[in-house]
Every structure is written in structure tokens, then in C-alpha cells.
């Protein structure tokens, strides 16, 4: 290499520029380890993803300041609505059940609806606490939880759902980016519970940025030296080997965090020595594959162009405001349109071969081959 030259290094777990070359020598890694990686990632004892339930009609009881930018709201069945079996907990209704892992759909008062996973206490059948991190320049979602929803007001949830089960393996590693608590927080004390083999890695920007410090102490004083913080304006960005160096032989890890994290952690997954890799994204996932094609908007004959590097709901969302939204992964379904002509790459791990044959797209994941047109009924 010319010493001179310029090298464009990737950035860091977090999405950031970075100096180092550690993200440079990931990319060495072939996709025959990130193939084995995914036949290594469900193993036989995981527990099945529960269905979707109704839509249910909840009061927001508290609202709490958890660290910069991030609030938790605890959820309750609106008071009076008890069944008469009441322990006294609450004068609302119980709530349904839900394991380490689960989320709800939040359906905020604008219409918008968002996923967040439960972080509280999966013995308490009164409450759902959920946190939420401020995305600046997002979709609008967290700042409508931060700045429109209060203690008192009644809010729209479906679920709980799985979609990131805890399998409780013998041995088992948890490892969060920032708001990525969330769903492992429940799985830590869990592990504490049944008295499994288990560490978490908490990463963070700084201690004032990640939520859960006093419940995480809690956790540490009560198991030392399974609880590991590591703000990065203390510790350095973190590696993703380093995050895995502390694996379990033949255990299994289970990331939450920023997608670099995740994928940081994917790709280094080969060289520990886990048997099982679990992971839960927040964002969509970097559009691989992707080929240029074309929307149509039903029969008005406007015509919007999708390039290879964004997804057709990124795009149509522009030309359709209103068009609702929620996982931007491909399995929810809030984002279903229907397609009247043109082959589908379908993508997402939500419809059934009946829907699809019936012509429902989820335009968040999916695509067309290249070059070819989809016209929508929009
Ligand atoms: S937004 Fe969830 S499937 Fe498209």
C-alpha cells in the first residue's frame, strides 16, 4: 500500500468515523462464517414466537426520566377495568403474560406505531415499562413519546409478542448497546433467577446516556463480576471481539444494540466460542442486494424510481406521507400495500404464500428484480 494514500476506514459500532483497523480486518471475514453463524443461531431447545394479540386500550401510570434522551413509561390497564380478581396491585385488569424478550406495538395518538421491548418485570402482571431513547431526526415516533404522551393518558398497545425469545441456555452472554437494555435487562434477571452462567456488557456513549444504571448496580451487587458497564468516554468504543471475549464454551450470546453493533458481533461471532448467536435490531438492516426498479402509483401513471440503495418504502413514503409504518423489517406488517402487476422479490418474514399470491407486498423489505416495474393500488 502507498503510505500516502488515504485509506476510508468503516466506522466504529456505533455508526461512527473510526481511526482503528479492527472493522477493516471484519470485513476479511467470508460470508461462509456469517452462513454458518445463522445454522448456529436457532438452536433446537429455542422457544417459538407467540402470535400477535388484539389491540388493547392502556393508561400511561408513570412516567420517568432514565438517562439523557430516554424515558420509561409504565403502562396499566385503565382503573376500573378489573375482572374482580385483583390482588389489590392496581385497580386495573391484569395485563397478559410475556417472557424475557417480548415487545409491544405502541400505537401513539398522531397514528404513528412503534415497537419497544418490555423492560420490566415479567412478575408484575399489572405493569408493562417500556423506555424509549429521543431519535433525533427520526420518524417522529420517540418524540411523540417524549414530548405529547403523559402520566394519565390513554394510549393503544398490541401486543406483547416475541420476536428475540430467551431460551435460557445453560450459559449464556448479553450484550446491549445504549436503549439495546431494553429487552436484556429482563433476560439478565431472569438468568439471575434460574441460576444460569451469565454475564451482560452494557455499552454506552457515557454513563449519563444509559438507562438502568440503578437496577443494573442492583443486579451487580447482587452477582459480582457478572455485570460489566463500559461507557465509552471511560473504557474506548469497545471491539466487538472484546464485547465476545468474555463467550461462554458453547454458550449463547444475545445482542441488542445499534445495527453496526449487531453487525460488528455477527461478523466476529466466528472466532468465539459460543455455539448460539441471538440478536434484535432496532433499525432495518443494511439493504443487501439491492437493484434498482420502479414503483407505479396505482393508475395515475406517476412513476417514482427506487434505487438500489433504498428501499421502496423509503421511497414511496415520500410520495405518500400518510403510508403507515412500524418495524421496517418485514414483520409486522403495518406496511402491507397491494400490487396489481409486476413480480415481487419478496423479503419479509411476515406473509403467507396465499398473500402473496394474492398480491401483498411489504414494500419495506421488499423488492422488484432489476429494471422491472411493480404498479401498486395506492
Ligand atoms: S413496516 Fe413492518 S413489515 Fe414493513
Redesign the pocket.
Known amino acids: 500500500m502507498d503510505i500516502g494514500t488515504p485509506v476510508t476506514r468503516p466506522p466504529d459500532l456505533y455508526g461512527r468515523p473510526r481511526s482503528d483497523s479492527f472493522m477493516q480486518k471484519l470485513a476479511a471475514f467470508s460470508d461462509n462464517a456469517v452462513t454458518r453463524l445463522a445454522r448456529r443461531s436457532s438452536p433446537p431447545g429455542r422457544p417459538p414466537a407467540t402470535k400477535m394479540p388484539v389491540i388493547r386500550e392502556l393508561v400511561v401510570a408513570a412516567k420517568h426520566q432514565e438517562a439523557e434522551d430516554v424515558v420509561s413509561l409504565r403502562l396499566a390497564a385503565p382503573a376500573g377495568s378489573s375482572d374482580g380478581s385483583s390482588d389489590g396491585s392496581s385497580d386495573g385488569e391484569k395485563l397478559p403474560p410475556w417472557q424475557p424478550g417480548a415487545h409491544i406495538e405502541l400505537h401513539l395518538p398522531s397514528g404513528r406505531k412503534r415497537q419497544y421491548s418490555l423492560c420490566g418485570d415479567p412478575a408484575d402482571r399489572y405493569r408493562y415499562r417500556i423506555a424509549v431513547r429521543r431519535i433525533a431526526n427520526g420518524g417522529g415516533g420517540s418524540a411523540e413519546v417524549h414530548d405529547v404522551l403523559g402520566e394519565g393518558m390513554r394510549v393503544a398497545i398490541t401486543g406483547p409478542r416475541n420476536a428475540f425469545p430467551f431460551a435460557a441456555e445453560a450459559s449464556v452472554l448479553l450484550i446491549a448497546g445504549g436503549i439495546g437494555i431494553t429487552p436484556l435487562l429482563p433476560m439478565a434477571r431472569e438468568a439471575a433467577r434460574r441460576g444460569l452462567d451469565w454475564r451482560l456488557v452494557h455499552t454506552g456513549r457515557s454513563r449519563g446516556s444509559m438507562p438502568f444504571a440503578a437496577e443494573l448496580a442492583e443486579l451487580a451487587a447482587a452477582a459480582p463480576g457478572r455485570v460489566s458497564i463500559r461507557p465509552d468516554d471511560e473504557s474506548g468504543v469497545p471491539e466487538a471481539a472484546d464485547l465476545l471475549s468474555s463467550s461462554p464454551a458453547a454458550g449463547a450470546v444475545y445482542c441488542c444494540g445499534p445495527a453496526p453493533m449487531i453487525d460488528g458481533v455477527r461478523r466476529a461471532f466466528g472466532g468465539s466460542c459460543a455455539s448460539a448467536l441471538h440478536f434484535e435490531r432496532f433499525a432495518p438492516a443494511p439493504i443487501t442486494d439491492g437493484r434498482p426498479f420502479e414503483l407505479q402509483l396505482g393508475d395515475t401513471g406517476r412513476v417514482l424510481p427506487v434505487p438500489y440503495d433504498r428501499s421502496a ?1 423509503d421511497v414511496l413514503h415520500e410520495a405518500l406521507p400518510d403510508l403507515p ?11 402491507r400495500v397491494r400490487v396489481a402487476h409486476g413480480d415481487v422479490d419478496h423479503r ?1 418474514r ?1 406473509l403467507t404464500a396465499t398473500e402473496r399470491a394474492a398480491g401483498a407486498m ?4 421488499s423488492r422488484a428484480p432489476e429494471g422491472e416495474r411493480l404498479v401498486l393500488e395506492v
Request: net charge positive; hydrophobic share 30%; glycine share 12%.
Open positions: 418504502l409504518f412500524s418495524c421496517r423489517q418485514g414483520f409486522c406488517g403495518t406496511c419479509d411476515r411489504l414494500p419495506c423489505v
